[in-house]
């Protein structure tokens, strides 16, 4: 299994990127909200 993922990653690497990307931009996302919710509850 833990075999496989790594031929996987290894062949597919654009895979993995594409996944790397997604975490980033959902942690810019929540970043960007919290933010803004402290931006909100300041004034």
């Given at each position: 299994m833990v075999a496989n993922n790594?031929?996987?990653?290894?062949?597919?690497?654009?895979k993995a990127f594409t996944g790397q990307i997604k975490l980033k931009l959902n942690l810019l996302?929540?970043?960007?909200?919290?933010?803004?919710?402290?931006?909100?509850?300041?004034?």
């Open positions: 790594l031929t996987d990653d290894h062949f597919y690497p654009q996302k929540a970043m960007c909200l919290v933010t803004v919710t402290s931006r909100t509850s300041r004034l």
